[in-house]
């Protein structure tokens, strides 16, 4: 697996996603709501003739959200999903994994320049939405 990830800004606090499974950062852009859908998915986007549920990152990690911009599109098998964020800070080289974290959302958590950026695990993410309860 690359060292290589995607950081964004999610309510305030940093997170990275692997490079591997992002295939995409868009706008936000139009959602149409998805009537009786868990808190954490905002809707469903159009994006380029195909149709992927969007999740609210900050609400599945349970933070206050904040107006989020982006989306930053991941793929799971033959499936994919755009994770609302508030920015994209950048694209590079992590070092490993330092810190332990208790969430099952996340692999570790890592200093960089002084900010302490969570590594999110994106099966974890997608597949805990997909079949709830789980």
Same mark, same amino acid.
């Given at each position: 697996?690359? $060292? %290589?990830?995607?950081?964004?800004?999610?309510?305030?606090?940093?997170?990275?996603?692997?490079?591997?499974?992002?295939?995409? %950062?868009?706008?936000?852009?139009?959602?149409?709501?998805?009537?009786?859908?868990?808190?954490? %998915?905002?809707?469903?986007?159009?994006?380029?003739?195909?149709?992927?549920? %969007?999740?609210?990152?900050?609400?599945?990690?349970?933070?206050?959200?904040?107006?989020?911009? $982006?989306?930053?599109?991941?793929?799971?098998?033959?499936? +994919?999903?755009?994770?609302?964020?508030?920015?994209?800070?950048?694209?590079?080289?992590?070092?490993?994994? +330092?810190?332990?974290?208790?969430?099952?959302?996340?692999?570790?958590?890592?200093?960089?320049?002084?900010?302490?950026?969570?590594?999110?695990?994106?099966?974890?993410?997608?597949?805990?939405?997909?079949?709830?309860?789980?």
């Amino acid at each position: 697996m690359s $060292r %290589v990830h995607v950081r964004v800004r999610v309510a305030g606090e940093h997170y990275a996603l692997p490079v591997d499974g992002v295939l995409e %950062v868009a706008e936000l852009g139009d959602l149409t709501p998805v009537p009786g859908s868990p808190p954490e %998915v905002m809707g469903v986007r159009n994006l380029r003739g195909r149709v992927i549920p %969007v999740m609210a990152l900050a609400t599945l990690l349970g933070l206050t959200a904040e107006e989020p911009e $982006r989306i930053v599109v991941a793929e799971l098998g033959t499936g +994919s999903a755009g994770f609302a964020v508030d920015a994209v800070v950048d694209v590079g080289e992590l070092p490993g994994a +330092s810190e332990q974290v208790d969430s099952p959302y996340l692999t570790g958590a890592v200093l960089v320049d002084g900010l302490l950026v969570g590594i999110l695990d994106v099966d974890a993410i997608l597949s805990s939405v997909a079949s709830p309860g789980a």
